[in-house]
């Protein structure tokens, strides 16, 4: 499984970005699709979940701020995060859990940077 995330970059406090997430190889049905993200030195954190029917959950952080969605056709999940801050500041990554070993796949991250 590869994982191919892309949307990150620069914005303001107050601004929006969209994440992208689109998973190859052999992917099962039934599959959990996460963002999580990390800055250096600390530990990385879940930032929201899904499941292939659509149950999302979020960190408190994230609540009411970002939206994570998937479309199972292609594979993809995003994250729409609005009213971005600075600590939101952080690399992002998005995963894959799958199988009965619930193994994780992680793709390579994409870097969200907010200036206050």
């Known amino acids: 499984v590869q994982l191919q995330a892309s949307g990150g970059g620069m914005v303001q406090a107050g601004g929006s970005l969209r994440l992208s997430c689109v998973g190859s190889?052999?992917?099962?049905?039934?599959?959990?699709m996460a963002w999580s993200r990390q800055v250096p030195g600390k530990q990385r954190e879940l930032v929201a979940s899904?499941?292939?029917?659509?149950?999302?959950d979020y960190a408190g952080f994230a609540r009411g701020r970002f939206t994570i969605s998937r479309d199972n056709t292609k594979n993809t999940v995003h994250l729409q995060m609005n009213k971005l801050e600075p600590e939101d500041t952080a690399m992002y990554f998005c995963?894959?859990?799958?199988?009965?070993?619930?193994?994780?796949?992680w793709g390579q991250g994409t870097q969200v940077t907010v200036s206050s």
């Open positions: 995963s894959l859990r799958q199988g009965p070993d619930r193994r994780v796949f």
């Open positions: 190889g052999n992917i099962f049905s039934g599959n959990i």
């Open positions: 899904i499941t292939a029917l659509g149950r999302s």
